[in-house]
């Protein structure tokens, strides 16, 4: 492969992240990842221009020439197949950008040839075939990776690829939005869902996951929210595991910085329900996963694989 770098691309709510990935070695080239902070309600052109401008430090590090293509981790709701944002303002970012082709006006801002090609992946699901390449559910036949934080972010990977579809499957591959308690599972997997389980248990007002992860450090009353959260979210899971017969799930997002706070109520959980067979791992590539994911659409064997699924999401 001449052009043997692909461009891995994290769009976050507030910032993007990118890296040059070496597709033959399998691994992001040394001084190649670059990040920029941006205001996701900013007109269309600012966001593009920072957008690009952050890529462009990715290439240049590699050289224009050795590129092979760009893969964007997306987040939703967005046209994957054809690269156009689908953002309304109903979930708060990037609405200037609705209906606008990404490719074009990146093809433009970029100077890239109409033959490199740019891909795009839900983030959650780019998370996901991050780890199974070279992460910690590599070489797992089926595996669920989860990003727990602002919300609730699942992808379900059987032989390296997304399962989207099927009996085994919750639709989409999907877990946000499935019913849980008295809403749906982001409610209660999430930043805000631990939190707002704090502040109710507890009376007191904290704004995140980290005030209550120190607080737990004397506060029982925190170590056992946590607790808590880490039963109910297995008790959530458990379905899923079953059905689609889950060898190991993978955590990644702010949420699972505190692992340990909750990892060990999981495990317990799992052996108590007989599904001690089932392993637990929280990523190391942390957003790099996504990275990684989105460059991977750019290899060519697996983008022959992908590309009737990446139509599905």
Excluded at 178 to 188: E, H, K
Excluded at 211 to 224: G, H, P, R, S, V
Excluded at 250 to 274: C, E, H, Q, Y
Aim: hydrophobic fraction near 40%; include cysteine.
């Amino acid at each position: 492969m001449s052009n043997k770098y692909a461009i891995g691309i994290d769009i976050g709510g507030s910032h993007i992240s990118c890296a040059a990935f070496d597709l033959i070695e399998k691994r992001i080239q040394e001084h190649s990842f670059a990040e920029s902070k941006l205001d996701k309600h900013a007109e269309a052109n600012i966001i593009f221009s920072i957008w690009s401008k952050t890529i462009q430090q990715a290439i240049e590090e590699v050289g224009k020439k050795n590129v092979a293509g760009l893969g964007f981790a997306m987040p939703g709701p967005f046209d994957y197949e054809n690269g156009i944002p689908l953002f309304t303002g109903e979930n708060n970012k990037y609405e200037k950008l609705y209906g606008i082709n990404v490719c074009e006006a990146l093809r433009t801002l970029l100077l890239l040839q109409d033959d490199i090609p740019i891909r795009f992946m839900n983030d959650a699901t780019a998370f996901a075939v991050g780890e199974e390449w070279v992460g910690k559910t590599k070489g797992t036949k089926k595996s669920i990776a989860v990003t727990l934080g602002t919300g609730l972010g699942s992808a379900l990977i059987e032989n390296s690829l997304p399962v989207t579809s099927g009996d085994s499957v919750p639709r989409n591959g999907c877990l946000w939005n499935l019913p849980f308690d008295n809403g749906i599972a982001d409610d209660y997997f999430s930043t805000r869902g631990l939190v707002n389980r704090y502040n109710r248990k507890t009376g007191k007002s904290v704004s995140g996951v980290k005030d209550i992860a120190f607080a737990a450090q004397n506060d029982e009353m925190a170590k056992k929210v946590f607790q808590e959260f880490g039963n109910d979210f297995f008790e959530f899971l458990k379905p899923c595991l079953e059905k689609f017969g889950v060898e190991k799930i993978v955590l990644g997002g702010n949420i699972s910085l505190a692992a340990d706070l909750f990892l060990p109520s999981m495990k317990t959980a799992l052996a108590n329900r007989g599904l001690s067979t089932v392993s637990i791992e929280v990523s190391e590539l942390g957003e790099t996963a996504s990275i990684i994911g989105g460059a991977r659409l750019i290899e060519p064997g697996y983008w022959q694989e992908i590309k009737d699924i990446i139509k599905e999401m």
